[in-house]
């Protein structure tokens, strides 16, 4: 019955996806259809609607909205310019500057406002023609900016982590957030030696000079940003607030340094709310209705099946974890990142527990793992975003993207094999 129940739910999901429902629709009708399978029909629709709205019943994903809604304050008020001047200020003399200050930018405004998306949209809309402006290739300015775009995701704030936590039953969103710094920080890296490379190899122009003054004037200029991270990461590693309420605390903070960067204006408050309410909405439809399909797949025992398939392949930790991080490749390529978390982390988590991977560090390699569909075709979010700013096909983009795509699969496998690269500061600060 379990193997029926998952080629049930499988198929369904293709055949909703490939006539076009929309995937949060898809994800809860397959639930139902994988549910009537074992229960009649009035019990399974009531148990797959009860199970979205309790699934949403969670002050934990109040912080979801409140940080979307600070992104899209900080998206609109200014503070991608500041963070933008600073990393001119840091990195823009090197050669081929311009490539480093679109990663330092998005890596700097990632952590900010936790979102992938805003981030390639507010630094690629500035950087992608100013860098095109200076001689760089435009397919190439494009992958450096969708796919350094990936790195807030796991640096926090990370509204993607605090799904995560969620799936996985209520792992603390503190140790998750302190945890993806050094990944996050490795992926960036890992972007900047491709760029480096390329720069060197097509003789790109350096930038302009900057005096020390000018460096430690944009810094100045550029604290009142930083400072959110120091409230909000510092305010949970500290004890003073949760997640959610550190949220809330981001969203004040962002609202007063727009209007002290006098970018925003009461007027423009509505559409801001607005633009929040829909993306929001969005997420947590996907939330609901991915939770119900938690809930059917564990009635049907489908996690226990595969994880005795995957046990009957190999007990070795190292090849385990090199199949699911080939399974969760190939689901990235055609599958957003926030339903493929909650879908998966129900199937995966026990495997790798049971393997002894602690559950923070499997969360930092899947969200790592999940960020490079997002640079992907055919439904990478952050490579429609690159495109439609630049005006490019996507089929240009994928060459330069080919060996950026080598070494983020490189620091995969570095943070997969080397766990305290992950644990070694959520356990420094006490989680």
């Known amino acids: 019955m379990e193997l029926f129940g998952i080629i049930i739910l499988i198929v369904s999901f293709i055949i909703f996806l490939s006539i076009g429902v929309p995937i949060a629709y898809s994800i809860g ?16 629709f009531t148990t797959v609607s009860q199970r979205i709205a309790t699934g949403l019943d969670s002050f934990t994903l109040l912080a979801i909205p409140f940080f979307v809604l600070a992104g899209q304050l900080m998206n609109q008020g200014g503070i991608a310019m500041k963070l933008i001047d600073l990393a001119k200020a840091l990195v823009g003399r090197f050669p081929g500057g311009l490539a480093f200050v679109n990663i330092l930018s998005n890596m700097l405004f990632g952590a900010i406002s936790g979102s992938a998306a805003a981030s390639a949209s507010a630094i690629g809309s500035f950087m992608t023609p100013r860098m095109v402006e200076e001689g760089y290739d ?22 993607v982590l605090i799904v995560y936590s969620l799936a996985a039953g209520g792992l603390s969103i503190g140790a998750l957030f302190i945890a993806g710094y050094i990944p996050g920080i490795l992926t960036g890296l890992g972007i900047a030696a491709v760029a480096a490379t390329i720069a060197y190899r097509r003789n790109y122009p350096l930038a302009e000079k900057v005096t020390f003054k ?5 810094f100045l200029d550029a604290i009142p940003s930083l400072g959110m991270i120091i409230v909000v990461i510092g305010g949970i590693i500290a004890g003073i607030f949760t997640a959610t309420e550190a949220a809330g605390i981001a969203v004040v903070y962002a609202l007063i340094l727009s209007f002290i960067y006098r970018q925003i204006s009461v007027k423009d408050l509505p559409n801001i709310l ?29 996690p226990q099946e595969v994880s005795n398939g995957l046990l009957a392949l190999s007990e070795n930790k190292f090849v385990i974890l090199i199949i699911i991080n080939i399974l969760l490749l190939l689901v990235g390529v055609f599958m957003d990142l926030s339903p493929a978390v909650l879908i998966f982390t129900p199937i995966f988590l026990p495997i790798v527990t049971n393997i002894g991977v ?3 560090h499997f969360g930092i390699i899947m969200i ?12 990478g979010t952050l490579l429609f975003i690159g495109c439609s700013i630049s005006k490019i096909g996507i089929e240009k983009v994928i060459r330069p993207l ?12 570095i943070i997969t094999y080397f766990p305290e690269l992950t644990l070694w500061l959520p356990r420094l600060f006490g989680f």
Do not use: H
Not at 368 to 379: E, M, R, W, Y
């Open 29 to 44: 009708l397959s639930a139902t259809v994988t549910l009537l399978v074992s229960i009649d029909p009035i019990p399974a």
């Open 138 to 159: 435009k397919s190439y300015s494009t992958a450096v900016n969708v796919t350094s775009a990936t790195t807030g995701l796991s640096i926090p704030p990370s509204n």
């Open 214 to 218: 000018y460096g430690v004037i944009k």
């Open 274 to 302: 607005l633009r929040s309410v829909i993306t929001s909405t969005i997420v947590l439809l996907l939330v609901g209705t991915s939770i119900g399909l938690s809930w059917v797949m564990s009635y049907q025992e489908i």
């Open 358 to 360: 602690d559950p923070i």
């Open 368 to 379: 790592l793992n999940l960020s490079i569909g997002l640079c992907t075709p055919p439904v």
């Open 402 to 413: 080919l060996p950026i795509y080598a070494v983020m699969i490189f620091i995969l496998l």
